[in-house]
């Protein structure tokens, strides 16, 4: 109980300490924002993820009300990176290409076609079970990217793995393995990649976002 106390004693002089350094450059609001997505990415990574996401998602709001411009410029940006490095992947006329402002797939029950694609969204959930997809190619790539997303994907322990994921906030996890916070990049091979007969590479992009993959 002492121990709880002196610790929330602490954060306090710390919070107050901080407002007083950036308070008059940032504002009040800000401040207030940022400790909230900061206490956000503390709950996500205990496991707490409701709670969790639902300060981060105040926080955001609290910023966007009152950094509409600054905002908007975040998100071109994030957009023109996501867009450059597009271009910068050679794809070639196999890839399938989807890009909405809200995407919903959801590969699970039935039969699907697992082929190249590139999916981008402004906000999009997409669920895939790789075990019921009709293979065509012995190597495929992946594309995801966006601003929001939520991403389920489970794939056989027989396929070969690689990902490349970054997630500006939110988390990312692989069976037994998670990363949750601010700037997440994960990057994974399955041990049997090199020896697989079927190879899958995800890469995987999104500013605000929950990846969850199961090998199974």
Known sequence: MKERSNRNTALVLIFAGLYLLFGNLFGFLTVAALILIWFGTKRVR??????GYLLIVIGII???????MFVIGLVLIAFGYLYM???KQKLDETFMQK?????????????????????????GEIQMDVSHALIEEKETKIVLQGIVGD?????????????ESTITIGEISLNWEKEAGIINKFTWTSP???TSDVKIHFDISYIIGD???KII
């Open 99 to 123: 890009q909405n402002i809200v995407q919903s797939i959801k590969w699970k029950k039935n039969q699907w076609t697992l082929k190249n694609m590139m999916i981008r969204s402004i906000v």
């Open 192 to 194: 049997n990649y090199a």
């Open 211 to 213: 990846v969850n993959i």
């Open 46 to 51: 205990i496991g707490e993820k409701n709670k």
């Open 151 to 163: 991403i389920d994907i489970i794939v056989p322990d027989h396929i070969g793995v690689t990902i």
């Open 62 to 68: 609290i910023l966007i009300s009152n950094h509409v």
């Open 85 to 87: 490095k597009s271009d």
